[in-house]
């Protein structure tokens, strides 16, 4: 399986502002400026994006005694809070080499939701860590001697049950994804590997799970059978109930000119016929009318997912790529990474992952791992 470059959980954001908008809207209109008197200091941009929201919530927090992270990432708080009452994730942690990846470690260990399983270069995970200000001693380190034989030597710690999942560390996505698709000593299962993003977007009222935005380039029906089975049970395994799927596309209706139509349609059916379970599917649906009541009731949509879907199953990669940078960059979305359809789950997370992203992240590994271990506490009949 070739992997598309860049793929990851890393979905980025640039805060710096871009000059007066008002200036540049006068400019474009060609209103002349207003004459400032000699000597006037002329008020300065604002170097980074306002937001009024934000502006109020930080009053509001201030006033309350609560940290402003707290309040906006309130769906990744829950999630953190439900995983700490599970056991630790045993986690092999491939590659940690750098002050993010191993950060990001010590921050998920400190809250109780991984025991790490450092796998790599002893001497540069030391130096790392020296470098944190941080204390290796009760930290179990497994020696590697570079990036791609990490990748395989945490396979093998999954794969002789000493760890139940794989946290990606400094090194590329399609280092540790080839050691788990490796069809020899690798982690694949019946199921097709495929990416959820767990997205906390501000001001919507639940988590919105998308896929498939990161590793399957243009999948098959077949191949979206899997992707989206993965997805119910990520949104299972986060307590989600009812899980609502909408199978989005550019339009509501079926459409033989749009093949995304005729598979979200194919899916919908193979939904009602059992051979996808866990979920309430519906499609196909335009992005609008799956998460806004008000544009599916005037599309007159009568559907029990329509405006309150939790998880988006997009056409292709790169309408899921887009969506999420859209949701990102434009709504001040964060987005936690995870790979699912393997024996265990991946968890992806990049140096640009805020604080509360990456223990997000884990913790939906842990939710994961979780409802794995209690079905295979259920014996076969």
Partial sequence: MQWPKGSSSKVGRDHTGSGNQAERLRTRA?????????????????????????????????????SQDQRRHDKYDRLVATAQSLPKLKVAVAHPCDAAS????????????????????QARITAAAEALGKDLSAVRIVDAPHSHAAAEEAVNLVRSGQAEALMKGS????EIMGAVVRREGGLRTARRISHCFVMDVPDHETALIITDAAVN???????????????IDLARAMRVDPVRVAILSAMETVNPKVPSTIEAAALCKMADRGQITGGIVDGPLALDNAIDLGAAKIKKIQSPVAGQANVLVVPDLEAGNMLAKSLTFLADADAAGIVLGARVPVILTSRADSTITRLASCAVASLVADLQRKRLA???V
Wanted: hydrophobic share 45%; glycine share 6%.
């Fill in 171 to 174: 090194l590329h996505t399609d």
């Fill in 378 to 380: 259920v014996p076969e």
């Fill in 30 to 66: 060609h209103v002349p400026l207003p004459r400032i008197p000699s000597g006037t200091r002329r008020p300065m941009a604002p170097t980074h994006r306002v937001h009024k929201r934000e502006a109020i919530m930080t009053i509001a927090v201030t006033a309350q005694g609560v």
């Fill in 217 to 231: 380039i243009a999948p098959t029906l077949e191949d979206k059978v899997h992707i989206l089975q993965n997805a």
């Fill in 102 to 121: 191993l950060g990001a470690v010590f921050e998920a260990a400190a809250l109780g939701l991984i025991e790490p399983i450092l796998v790599g270069p």
